[in-house]
């Protein structure tokens, strides 16, 4: 920057100050850009999360799904028995059988509806684990292995050195915050 003969030293010295504190502003934001792309593991983590939430979900809705079909089943069964009870006043024995088939029937249709619903929430489940590892890889393949190994070294650094890490970035903060209070007065 050139000095200008129309801006006294005060100013200019001014702007030379707000010129440095919005470039480190800048950079700050950058490293917390890339700070947050390298992170493959927690990215892939998120995204294994969400796909176990969303399968969660879906599971809890078949389950509901098939409550309600078993409470239908079964409040069909009651019903039918009723019908039955109240048309066997003829013979005993013709409500009997009556009553014993409708109950084998009402038995049947739960337990081809709990087969189903299993069916279900094992596919659903199947299709999240594909999904997670489908995303998984497709992390793993658009990262690139020089940017991954330095991924991979920086967390391996950090898990084997947590206490020495963590004082550094409270370290790098709170001198960024003084510099930052210097800067403005």
Not at 94 to 103: F, K, L, Q
Not at 148 to 169: E, K, L, S, T, Y
């Amino acid at each position: 920057m050139s000095p200008d003969p129309e801006l006294s030293p005060e100013t200019e010295k001014e702007l030379v100050a707000a010129d440095r504190d919005r470039a480190r502003e800048e950079l700050g934001q950058a490293v917390e850009e890339l700070t947050h792309k390298l992170d493959v593991p927690a990215r892939a983590s998120e995204k294994a999360q969400e796909v176990k939430e969303n399968a969660a979900a879906a599971a809890a809705g078949a389950k509901d799904k098939v409550a309600d079909s078993a409470q239908q089943a079964k409040e069909r069964a009651v019903e039918t028995a009723a019908v039955a009870k109240e048309r066997a006043t003829d013979s005993a024995t013709a409500a009997r059988e009556r009553t014993a088939e409708t109950a084998a029937v009402a038995k049947e249709k739960a337990a081809a509806t709990a087969a189903v619903a299993r069916e279900r929430t094992q596919d659903v489940a199947t299709k999240a684990k594909e999904s997670t590892a489908a995303a998984t890889a497709k992390v793993a393949e658009a990262t690139p292995e020089p940017v991954a190994r330095g991924g991979r070294q920086a967390v391996d650094f950090v898990r084997a050195n947590p206490v020495p890490v963590a004082i550094g970035i409270v370290s790098g903060v709170v001198l960024w915050q003084a510099l930052r209070k210097r800067g403005r007065r």
